[in-house]
């Protein structure tokens, strides 16, 4: 059998041409949010606690959060939604951590 068109040998599942990318881009950190939405909004369903609740984490080059803190009115719901956002996972990068700063905001 003969293939033709593949002007180069294919590469193994997963792996990339494509540079690392240096930065997570406002994409990034939106989509990976929109991951953790069902667990934060478990919080708001569990404490009925309304308000604003604002994450801060770090996030390392594989993508993983290694360092989160909810600001907000309630402190068991704070804790509910840094435990959600905590499991946010990132495409990786190249440069250094990044501190991000997202809003929640309950009625």
Known sequence: ?????????????????????????QD??????????????S??????????????YTVIGTGHITLVHVRGPHVPTNNCVG?????ARFPRFSGPPQSIVYPFFFR
């Open 1 to 25: 059998m003969t293939i033709s068109g593949c002007a180069t040998s294919p590469q193994p599942l997963g792996v990339s041409n494509r540079p690392p990318r240096e930065k997570l881009d």
């Open 83 to 87: 435990g959600a956002v905590a499991t």
């Open 43 to 56: 919080c708001f369903d569990r404490y009925k606690e309304a308000g604003m609740f604002v994450a801060a």
């Open 28 to 41: 990034d950190i939106v989509d990976a949010m929109k991951q953790v939405m069902p667990g934060v909004t």
